[in-house]
Protein backbone atom coordinates (compact mmCIF):
# COMPACT_ATOMS: atom_id res chain seq x y z
CA UNK A 1 0.00 0.00 0.00
CA UNK A 2 1.18 3.69 -0.93
CA UNK A 3 1.58 6.20 1.57
CA UNK A 4 0.25 10.03 0.42
CA UNK A 5 2.47 12.22 0.47
CA UNK A 6 1.66 14.95 2.35
CA UNK A 7 1.98 18.90 0.52
CA UNK A 8 3.38 22.01 2.69
CA UNK A 9 0.13 23.78 1.30
CA UNK A 10 -2.16 20.82 2.88
CA UNK A 11 0.05 20.43 6.26
CA UNK A 12 -0.66 24.37 6.48
CA UNK A 13 -3.86 23.90 5.86
CA UNK A 14 -4.41 21.12 8.48
CA UNK A 15 -2.51 22.93 10.82
CA UNK A 16 -4.81 26.12 9.89
CA UNK A 17 -8.23 23.72 10.72
CA UNK A 18 -6.54 22.58 13.58
CA UNK A 19 -5.77 25.85 15.03
CA UNK A 20 -9.76 27.10 14.42
CA UNK A 21 -10.86 23.98 16.02
CA UNK A 22 -8.88 25.18 18.67
CA UNK A 23 -7.85 23.42 22.20
CA UNK A 24 -9.60 21.73 24.90
CA UNK A 25 -7.57 23.43 27.52
CA UNK A 26 -5.87 26.65 27.56
CA UNK A 27 -4.18 28.21 30.60
CA UNK A 28 -1.65 31.11 31.93
CA UNK A 29 0.17 30.98 34.73
CA UNK A 30 2.39 33.41 36.34
CA UNK A 31 5.85 31.76 37.31
CA UNK A 32 6.35 31.91 41.41
CA UNK A 33 2.41 32.35 41.87
CA UNK A 34 -0.08 30.03 41.51
CA UNK A 35 -3.43 31.87 42.49
CA UNK A 36 -2.79 34.20 39.44
CA UNK A 37 -4.16 31.67 37.27
CA UNK A 38 -6.45 32.39 33.23
CA UNK A 39 -7.85 30.20 31.16
CA UNK A 40 -9.51 26.27 31.56
CA UNK A 41 -11.92 24.36 29.52
CA UNK A 42 -13.24 25.54 26.22
CA UNK A 43 -16.60 27.08 27.19
CA UNK A 44 -18.18 29.11 24.12
CA UNK A 45 -16.55 28.92 20.63
CA UNK A 46 -17.97 31.02 17.97
CA UNK A 47 -16.00 30.34 14.55
CA UNK A 48 -16.98 31.39 10.84
CA UNK A 49 -15.89 29.82 7.17
CA UNK A 50 -16.41 32.03 3.92
CA UNK A 51 -15.41 31.36 0.77
CA UNK A 52 -15.25 28.43 -1.20
CA UNK A 53 -14.45 24.94 0.51
CA UNK A 54 -10.99 24.98 -1.48
CA UNK A 55 -10.27 28.59 -0.95
CA UNK A 56 -11.53 29.31 2.92
CA UNK A 57 -11.14 32.26 5.23
CA UNK A 58 -11.39 31.22 8.41
CA UNK A 59 -11.49 32.70 12.21
CA UNK A 60 -12.70 31.42 15.06
CA UNK A 61 -12.89 33.15 18.94
CA UNK A 62 -13.54 31.12 21.96
CA UNK A 63 -13.37 31.38 25.57
CA UNK A 64 -11.88 29.39 28.18
CA UNK A 65 -12.65 29.26 32.05
CA UNK A 66 -13.67 27.25 35.18
CA UNK A 67 -17.01 28.38 35.68
CA UNK A 68 -17.34 28.74 39.59
CA UNK A 69 -20.01 31.13 40.74
CA UNK A 70 -19.05 31.84 43.59
CA UNK A 71 -15.16 33.77 42.37
CA UNK A 72 -15.05 36.75 40.17
CA UNK A 73 -11.97 35.95 38.48
CA UNK A 74 -10.50 36.45 35.27
CA UNK A 75 -10.73 34.48 31.98
CA UNK A 76 -9.01 33.78 28.47
CA UNK A 77 -9.97 34.57 24.90
CA UNK A 78 -8.30 33.30 21.86
CA UNK A 79 -9.06 34.68 18.45
CA UNK A 80 -7.73 32.85 15.68
CA UNK A 81 -7.84 34.02 11.89
CA UNK A 82 -6.30 32.43 8.69
CA UNK A 83 -6.71 33.21 4.98
CA UNK A 84 -5.67 31.05 2.52
CA UNK A 85 -5.51 33.29 -0.22
CA UNK A 86 -1.75 33.87 1.76
CA UNK A 87 -0.42 31.06 0.72
CA UNK A 88 -2.27 29.94 -2.53
CA UNK A 89 0.59 30.66 -4.60
CA UNK A 90 3.12 28.31 -3.06
CA UNK A 91 4.12 25.19 -5.43
CA UNK A 92 3.71 21.62 -4.60
CA UNK A 93 7.68 21.77 -4.68
CA UNK A 94 7.92 23.87 -1.70
CA UNK A 95 9.62 21.99 1.11
CA UNK A 96 7.51 20.53 4.07
CA UNK A 97 9.36 21.81 6.69
CA UNK A 98 9.34 25.75 5.35
CA UNK A 99 8.12 28.27 8.21
CA UNK A 100 4.80 29.53 8.28
CA UNK A 101 2.49 31.80 10.55
CA UNK A 102 -0.70 31.81 11.41
CA UNK A 103 -2.35 34.68 13.90
CA UNK A 104 -3.72 33.79 16.84
CA UNK A 105 -4.50 36.16 20.03
CA UNK A 106 -5.03 35.53 23.82
CA UNK A 107 -6.28 38.48 25.93
CA UNK A 108 -7.82 38.61 29.09
CA UNK A 109 -11.64 39.10 30.03
CA UNK A 110 -13.77 39.08 33.06
CA UNK A 111 -15.48 35.73 34.28
CA UNK A 112 -19.25 37.89 34.14
CA UNK A 113 -18.70 38.83 30.73
CA UNK A 114 -18.93 35.01 29.38
CA UNK A 115 -21.84 34.61 32.00
CA UNK A 116 -23.55 37.44 30.03
CA UNK A 117 -23.26 35.45 27.12
CA UNK A 118 -24.06 32.20 28.22
CA UNK A 119 -27.12 33.83 29.74
CA UNK A 120 -28.41 35.58 26.45
CA UNK A 121 -28.16 32.10 24.78
CA UNK A 122 -30.11 30.32 27.29
CA UNK A 123 -33.72 30.93 25.89
CA UNK A 124 -32.72 30.25 22.34
CA UNK A 125 -34.81 28.55 19.98
CA UNK A 126 -33.41 26.83 17.44
CA UNK A 127 -34.32 23.90 14.86
CA UNK A 128 -31.74 20.83 12.66
CA UNK A 129 -31.41 21.58 9.72
CA UNK A 130 -31.93 18.73 7.74
CA UNK A 131 -30.77 19.80 4.09
CA UNK A 132 -27.59 21.57 3.11
CA UNK A 133 -27.98 24.97 1.02
CA UNK A 134 -26.39 24.14 -2.35
CA UNK A 135 -24.02 27.81 -2.46
CA UNK A 136 -20.69 26.58 -1.14
CA UNK A 137 -20.10 30.12 -0.55
CA UNK A 138 -22.45 31.45 2.14
CA UNK A 139 -20.91 31.68 5.07
CA UNK A 140 -20.81 29.05 7.82
CA UNK A 141 -21.13 30.06 11.57
CA UNK A 142 -20.69 27.56 14.23
CA UNK A 143 -21.73 27.81 17.99
CA UNK A 144 -20.78 25.50 20.81
CA UNK A 145 -21.58 26.24 24.52
CA UNK A 146 -19.89 23.81 26.65
CA UNK A 147 -21.13 24.29 30.18
CA UNK A 148 -20.12 20.73 31.52
CA UNK A 149 -18.21 18.03 29.27
CA UNK A 150 -20.44 15.00 30.32
CA UNK A 151 -23.84 16.43 30.68
CA UNK A 152 -24.24 19.95 29.20
CA UNK A 153 -22.99 20.39 25.47
CA UNK A 154 -24.71 22.31 22.52
CA UNK A 155 -23.09 22.48 19.20
CA UNK A 156 -24.68 23.89 16.34
CA UNK A 157 -23.03 24.84 12.41
CA UNK A 158 -25.71 26.30 9.38
CA UNK A 159 -24.86 28.53 6.70
CA UNK A 160 -26.53 32.05 6.55
CA UNK A 161 -28.26 34.05 4.06
CA UNK A 162 -27.94 37.62 3.63
CA UNK A 163 -30.87 39.23 5.24
CA UNK A 164 -31.87 36.13 7.01
CA UNK A 165 -32.95 37.85 10.38
CA UNK A 166 -32.97 34.58 12.67
CA UNK A 167 -33.05 34.82 16.75
CA UNK A 168 -29.65 32.89 16.44
CA UNK A 169 -28.07 34.78 14.18
CA UNK A 170 -28.93 37.89 15.76
CA UNK A 171 -27.41 36.54 19.04
CA UNK A 172 -24.42 34.37 17.65
CA UNK A 173 -23.36 37.80 16.02
CA UNK A 174 -23.96 40.14 19.29
CA UNK A 175 -21.35 38.06 20.82
CA UNK A 176 -18.75 38.18 18.05
CA UNK A 177 -19.20 41.70 17.78
CA UNK A 178 -18.18 41.86 21.68
CA UNK A 179 -15.62 39.78 21.63
CA UNK A 180 -14.40 41.25 18.35
CA UNK A 181 -14.02 44.62 20.22
CA UNK A 182 -12.15 42.97 23.00
CA UNK A 183 -9.98 41.34 21.07
CA UNK A 184 -9.03 44.83 19.62
CA UNK A 185 -8.37 46.79 22.10
CA UNK A 186 -7.26 44.13 25.12
CA UNK A 187 -3.59 43.43 25.23
CA UNK A 188 -1.82 40.47 24.04
CA UNK A 189 -1.11 37.59 26.94
CA UNK A 190 2.22 35.76 25.94
CA UNK A 191 3.39 32.37 27.50
CA UNK A 192 0.28 30.25 27.17
CA UNK A 193 0.09 26.52 27.25
CA UNK A 194 -2.28 24.68 25.13
CA UNK A 195 -4.13 20.63 25.27
CA UNK A 196 -5.17 19.56 21.60
CA UNK A 197 -7.19 16.40 21.07
CA UNK A 198 -4.50 13.88 19.53
CA UNK A 199 -2.73 16.41 17.99
CA UNK A 200 0.15 18.43 18.56
CA UNK A 201 0.88 22.16 17.45
CA UNK A 202 3.96 24.26 17.63
CA UNK A 203 3.90 27.79 19.59
CA UNK A 204 6.43 28.94 16.47
CA UNK A 205 4.00 28.52 14.18
CA UNK A 206 1.75 31.24 16.32
CA UNK A 207 2.43 35.09 15.25
CA UNK A 208 1.05 36.33 18.63
CA UNK A 209 1.08 39.93 17.43
CA UNK A 210 -0.44 40.31 13.85
CA UNK A 211 -4.13 39.00 14.48
CA UNK A 212 -6.76 41.37 13.93
CA UNK A 213 -10.80 40.27 13.86
CA UNK A 214 -11.40 40.29 10.08
CA UNK A 215 -14.60 38.35 9.59
CA UNK A 216 -18.43 39.00 10.00
CA UNK A 217 -21.76 38.23 8.65
CA UNK A 218 -23.19 39.71 6.13
Not at 157 to 177: A, F, M, Y
Not at 195 to 209: A, G, M, R
Request: net charge negative; proline share 5%.
Amino acid sequence: MSVIKKSFYGHVHSTAFDLWNGPDYVEKRKKGNEDDFLGGGRVLRLAIRKGEAAMPLIESRAVYAYLNPDESQDILLRGMYWDNTAISYRTRDTPLDTPFKIAVKFVRLPLALLQQWIHSLENLSTAIQTTSRADDTLPICSLRVEIDGVSSVFEKTWQVVEGENTELNRVWQDIWRQMEQILQTSTSLTNIEESFPCIEVKPDVYDLHAYQPSLNLP
